[in-house]
């Protein structure tokens, strides 16, 4: 009975191993976004060529800085975007099957890919996606057209929670080089 209880175990051990299709589906995942990103780059700096063409007239050349500016923000998304799969993909590695040994000790590991748990996983990408939000607002905001006051409210009210967000993960997290002060009596 003990080598039924000991093949089961080892078995269900051995599960963690499914693991690797969503690492290796992130990953890929992360490698599209890098690519199509670093496309919308290409194409993006073509465009930007023609801005000190002497033939565009200052509306044609106010659209074409507006569409950049819109485009670099898309850019900028799709590399935050990718970051996230990038970091989950590690992550799940790390968590579920065994410490990447290359990152061990090397000063270019960042301490953003070094992950101890699932909360520090949920947490790493927490922060990426409230700035993807950021990102997606600015670019929604590039485009807003304030016709009320109520717009203007709004896009207020948006820029206020987003700095509250922003200070509240500021304000969780841990900074274990930070000692409390110790009261005297």
């Not at 898309?74 to 799940?92: N, W």
């Not at 900074?175 to 005297?184: C, D, I, L, M």
Request: aromatic residues 10%; hydrophobic residues 50%.
């Amino acid at each position: 009975m003990k080598w039924i209880e000991k093949l089961f175990e080892s078995f269900l051990w051995n599960s963690r191993f499914i693991i690797i299709l969503a690492v290796v589906a992130s990953l890929a995942a992360g490698v599209a976004i890098f690519y199509i990103a670093t496309v919308d780059v290409y194409f993006l700096l073509q465009h930007v060529a023609h801005y000190a063409d002497s033939d565009l007239t200052n509306e044609m050349r106010k659209t074409l800085h507006d569409d950049t500016v819109s485009h670099v923000v898309e850019v900028v998304d799709g590399y935050l975007l990718a970051t996230i799969m990038l970091i989950f993909s590690l992550g799940l590695y790390e968590l579920f099957i065994s410490d990447i040994d290359a990152a061990q000790g090397s000063k270019a590991s960042s301490r953003v890919l070094v992950i101890h748990d699932l909360d520090d996983l949920k947490n790493r990408l927490a922060k990426v996606i409230v700035m993807i939000m950021i990102v997606s607002l600015f670019e929604h905001a590039l485009k807003m057209q304030m016709t009320t006051t109520a717009d203007l409210l709004h896009f207020g009210g948006s820029i206020a929670l987003i700095g509250l967000a922003l200070f509240l993960m500021h304000k969780g997290e841990e900074h274990p080089t930070e000692k409390p002060a110790v009261e005297k009596h």
